[in-house]
């Protein structure tokens, strides 16, 4: 008797199981976050890259000027990149340099190298919706991608943006950082390789802002993905932004003396 | 000037030594400067010139070696209207730069600052301030020196030797923002030894979360000249003395989100004062700067700053501002000309005087860029700094020029 009770209790145990088994499946905020996390996992461990950058800026009527420079990345573990940035062109701008420490919670640190009087100087990072260099990119879309400075939701699975032959995963992210220029931003992220293709950048007051493409991926020690081409443009002024990537090499030794203060001073 | 060409031979030996490719790989920048300087009230002094212009020169080669040597040379050169002591010919660097893991060692002739704050850097001991260059203080002549620096996670631990002290560059007779008489270019005096008494300075610094901490210790010449009062042919004229000093000092600055807090400070001990006493004082630079990101339309930000200079001696001291509140904005436009203004008041807290500071600079061309700078020096109490400058106001227009 006893043994019959157990295996009756089984089957609806079994029948119950099988009832409630949308409410134990994953929710779009789950899901959201473990494809954050399935991407972060797919990039860990590239140590380090050094990329040669060409930004176009176009205004509403078509002028374009041109802004030069480089940058340095280190992985760190168990926290957020450390990354330095230098600037070639225009002339005025030649030689100062930025060096940011990327923190997985709290505010990044972040000095700047202004050669003509030799100061590195501490600043704010909390500049983060401001403009790059005039350009059409915030501090925010350039600093380093951190699982935890977001919180995320998945909306659909669609073909993705100007590259349908691929099924997207879209997502929405939300900052966790209050002086971020965003509500929110929709992702929409490839399933074979989980490369990024296209963002969508909503302001403060939830109103499309900005549109990112991503294209001209390349592959790296035969695992990491890099778009070499980036297009940014903004529907409230009409401007847009092109970053041409002309070179990326990875692993080529940069250690942790790299990205400190002394090295910034070095840095041209 | 002898060292200069010592250095300058020990460079064109090392040319001859190396091969050919030597000068393929040298990189090299230049800087054109015209600038025209404009002071609305005519002179007060005798001899002064009214307006003046001036073109400079700024080059500067670099040169990698193999394993993590470098040596930079950036020679810079002025030929101004009015002033012969503001045409001169300078070594702003002159460097030889060796660096592992946790070390960097430097030697020759460098620029090196150490400061936090926007209004004053106390703390710079290294570099002397070229004044007759630039009247908002920030050029600093090239100083001879040996540099070593460690890294450590307690810290950077840096130690200096200065084997050749640089007096400061001061206006001549022609010139205007100079005191009357003006100081005699020759024959300055240094307190103990001569301009080949070794300085040295030790200093330590880190960072600790949003907190950047540093401290020093410097055994040298103070770069402020106290007056050497030289009757010639019974004609009172200044000379400069250059005192022996000590000094502890540091500074702190804590980066909280927009809000930055800065302090620098300084305790010294064997500089004379205006009444030729030689106490110890203490004088310090307390601020704090707030930004504003993206106000004004989309790409705009805004910097505000105060800051509150301090010195024990108060009238006694020959610096300007010791008992002095600074007001300062930055706007920065972030547009594609990179367009700036910083507009900065300094009210003397003594009642003696106010000080007006205009900076607006913008892209030109991708290799030109214009500076609109200006000074007001107003409402000086009689004998003080300010009432020596009262006639000084000026307008300054700067081209630069990059190739």
Known sequence: ?268 | MRLFYLLYICLLFSINNTSYSFFEDIEFEGELFLSGRYFPSGPEYSSQKNNNSSLALKTEFFYEFEQQDSIVVSPFIRLDSSDSNRSKADLREFLYTSYGEDWELSFGIGQVFWGVAESKNLVDMVNQVDEVEDAFGLTKLGQPLANFTFIRDAGYFEAYIMPYFRPRPLPGKKGRLRTDPHFLKNNPKFEGGSQWTPELALRWLNTYGEIDLSAHLFFGYAKNPSIDIRVIDGITNYGAAYQRIRQLGGTLQRTSGSTLYKMEYIVRDGQRDANRNRNGFISTVTGIEYNFYRIMGDNTDLSLILEYIYDSRRDRSSELLQDDLFMASRWSLNDNFNSEVFVSSIFDLDGDGQTYQFEFSRRITDSLSGTVKSAIYQNGRKGSTLYILRQDSWLEVELKYFF
Request: proline share 3%.
């Open chain 1, 1 to 268: 008797m006893k043994q019959s009770l157990k295996i009756f209790s089984l089957i609806i145990l079994g029948f119950l199981n099988l009832s409630i088994l949308p409410v134990f499946a994953e929710t779009p905020e789950e899901k959201g976050l473990r494809l954050a996390i399935e991407a972060d996992l797919r990039d860990q461990g590239f140590q380090d890259t050094t990329s040669d950058m060409v930004m176009t800026l176009r205004n509403a009527h078509g002028e374009e000027s041109i802004r030069e420079f480089y940058s340095k990345t280190l992985e760190v573990e168990g926290d957020g990149d450390k990354s330095i940035f230098i600037f070639d062109h225009p002339r005025d701008v030649s030689g100062t340099a930025v060096l940011t420490f990327t923190h997985k919670a709290g505010p990044d640190d972040q000095w700047l190298y202004l050669p003509a009087l030799k100061r590195v100087k501490r600043i704010s990072s909390d500049n983060k919706s401001g403009s790059f260099v005039g350009s059409e990119f915030a501090y925010e879309d350039l600093s380093s991608q951190e699982v935890e400075k977001y919180t995320y939701k998945w909306i659909e699975d669609i073909a993705c943006p100007g590259f349908e032959e691929e099924i997207c995963y879209v997502n929405e992210d939300y900052p966790v950082d209050k002086s971020s220029g965003y509500t929110r931003r929709v992702v929409w992220m490839d399933q074979s390789e989980y490369r990024i293709r296209k963002i969508d950048f909503y302001d403060r007051k939830n109103e499309l802002l900005k549109t990112l493409i991503f294209s001209n991926y390349k592959q790296y020690v035969e695992k990491y993905w890099r778009a070499h081409y980036l297009h940014m443009v903004n529907h409230n002024t009409g401007k847009e932004t092109e970053v041409d990537i002309e070179k990326i090499v990875f692993q080529s030794g940069l250690k942790d003396s790299d990205f400190n203060r002394q090295s910034l001073k070095r840095v041209r």
